[in-house]
């Protein structure tokens, strides 16, 4: 018993030494987090990237996906049940890649997982929160304030944090300033896509210009999972069908009507 438990912490040893390798050979770790709109933000940020660098994105949206530096949109094949882990194998994958930056949709839910996610693996420079909605309430708490506790566990220390809550903003650059981190509020005008607004704010920071920003926003690969309308042929004739099980909170997807 005693041997299986050394050969245990050998590998854990190993594997976080592997990790913190791969982690040193990445430039930018962007950690994309929020209710709504994190698959939205990770495919734009990836497209408008990549108009200077070399990118490898994780998305997690209907069906977890890696965007490979070559462009390649792939499945992720999982055995057994979704783990965090998949956050190190994506960072170990982007510096076998060479990317530049890496682009990762936080996929934990739990609050101390979010929190572990951040500390111990990914380790991200860019964190990203979308908005603070009603949903995962089970795990991270019945109240919008509870909520945005739970993302706020996956601010990076040292950092700079993107977020279009303009409710809870002074909540986490409260939460920011004990990390050493900076917030950056994103308000979209009337008609701009809040998701949007985000990604222009960061690829503005990391010194892209106007019209890269422009060209990558136009080559968004879509999340197989968006919003489609179909058209339904039942008895009583035809009738469209929208697929809002993407948007699964009650704001988002009245929004979308």
Partial sequence: MIYAFLILCAFLIIEKRILQKSRAKLGTVINVNGIRGKTTTCRMLDAVLRERYRVLTKTTGTDARILHTD?????????????????????????????QVAVLECMAVAPELQ???????????????TNVRYDHMYEMGGSLENIASSLAG??????VVYTGDSA???FFEEQAERKGSRVVLCVPEADENPNEVIVRAIAKDLGMA???IDAGLSNVQ??????AQYRIHGTQGVFPFLNLFAANDPQSAMERL
């Fill in 71 to 99: 462009g390649q949109d792939v499945p992720i094949k999982r055995i057994g049940a979704a783990n965090i882990r998949e956050q190190a194998r994506a960072l170990r994958m982007a510096a076998r890649e060479q990317a």
């Fill in 154 to 159: 996956m601010i990076p220390r040292g950092g």
């Fill in 115 to 129: 929190r572990i996610s951040e500390e111990q693996i990914v380790h991200a420079d860019i964190a990203v929160i």
């Fill in 210 to 212: 106007e019209a890269e």
């Fill in 168 to 170: 809870f903003f002074p």
């Fill in 222 to 227: 879509t999340d197989p999972g968006m919003e």
